[in-house]
Every structure is written in structure tokens, then in C-alpha cells.
């Protein structure tokens, strides 16, 4: 579903949609340095146990050489790895992190806009195993890969909405 990037509400309203909303809201909100560095993220997809999302990269998530900084790609997966999960079933908590691992394949720039595509491959009684791509959007639409990742995180005690 798409959502309206002027202040991030849903412009097409289903329960999937309306449920990853309030909960990246509840994120953003909970934890300063989401909001310091994804406070202008826009969830462009959510589809059942995944979602995209666009963010335009400014000073403020970049490395001293001016590229995309590893750090920022991490919160990035750590956020989104949430949302995906709360796709796959409702839930209003998505657990903790076991384990992330990011592969940087290249970078992106100021100015550029970045793609997040967060998909739930699998979430059992415990784990859950979360895919991200976050990709630099070409002028043409194409997407070129910067990062590639992987995040478990423990669900057990962050059980689904009934």
C-alpha cells in the first residue's frame, strides 16, 4: 500500500498497513536515535511479511567520506526488521536481536534516495529471520545494491496480535 510521504499517512487504509504504520510511528517516537536518522523514512509498500520503504539520505547519514555510513545502514535494518515482522502477522512487538550481519557492496550520497526492501523469511515460535536490501535509486528507477543483510531476532516473548 502506498503512503503518503508529506506526513506519513496511509493513502490506501488496510488493517496491515494501518498496524506497520502505528507501529513505525511508535518507533520513531520511543527511540531517539530513530528518530534522529530515519525521521523522514517513507513506507512506501507493506505487503504480508514485507515491506519497502524510501529514505533520502542527507548529511546526517553519512561517514567522513562522505558515503552512506555503515552505522546509519544498521539502524536501518534494525528498524525495518521490525516492520517486516509486524507484516507477517499484526504483532505490536517485534522482539530482540540475536544476530545482524550487513554485507556493504557499494554507497550512496547525499541527495541520493535509498530503497529498503525489508522481507520476514521466516518467523517461528522463537526466531525470526529477516532479509534487507537497501538499494540506491537511479535516475532511470533502476536500483543499484549497497547493502545487503541479514537480522534474527528473538519473537518469543513478542507474540502476535489474536
Known sequence: MAIDSSNHAPSSDTPRTTQVQSLMHSLLAKSPIYNLILSDIQLTHVHPGSVTLHLRLSATHLNSKGGLH?????????????????????????????????????????????????????????????????????????????????????????????
Open 70 to 162: 555503515g552505522a546509519v545502514s544498521a539502524t536501518i535494518v534494525d528498524f525495518v526488521t521490525g516492520l517486516a515482522i509486524c507484516a507477517h502477522d499484526l504483532r505490536e512487538k517485534t522482539g530482540a536481536s540475536v544476530d545482524m550481519h550487513l554485507s556493504f557492496l557499494s554507497t550512496a550520497k547525499a541527495g541520493d534516495t535509498v530503497v529498503i526492501h525489508s522481507t520476514a523469511e521466516r518467523v517461528g515460535g522463537s526466531l525470526a529471520f529477516v532479509s534487507i536490501k537497501i538499494n540506491k535509486l537511479g535516475e532511470d528507477g533502476t536500483e543499484v545494491p549497497v547493502t545487503l543483510a541479514r537480522h534474527t531476532k528473538y519473537v518469543r516473548s513478542a507474540a502476535p496480535r489474536e
